[in-house]
């Protein structure tokens, strides 16, 4: 699985502009429409994302694949592991 910003994805979340929490709930929705294997690319633009991203991955067992920034936007890719 490539981990470059423009790496393989299923789904993609444009969280830019949100602030926290928002990236992590509307990632957590836009999960729920991602097969198990999946992969979801987020990008958002808070600071705060960058842990809470990888918090959010820990805490729901899913995979924080990459986490990247390009210029000023955070980019995730966050596989969905099964429950």
């Known amino acids: 699985m490539s981990s470059s910003s423009s790496g393989p994805h ?6 830019r502009g949100l602030m926290c929490p928002m990236p992590v709930l509307k990632a957590k929705k836009a999960l ?10 987020v990008l958002a ?3 705060g994302s960058v842990a809470d991203m990888k ?7 899913n995979l924080l694949i990459s986490s990247e920034q390009d210029g000023d936007v955070f ?7 099964g429950a």
């Open 45 to 47: 633009t808070d600071p």
């Open 10 to 15: 299923d789904a993609i979340l444009d969280a």
């Open 55 to 61: 918090s959010f991955c820990e805490m729901t067992g």
């Open 32 to 41: 729920r429409d991602v097969t198990e294997g999946g992969v979801l690319k």
């Open 75 to 81: 980019v995730y890719h966050i596989e969905k592991v």
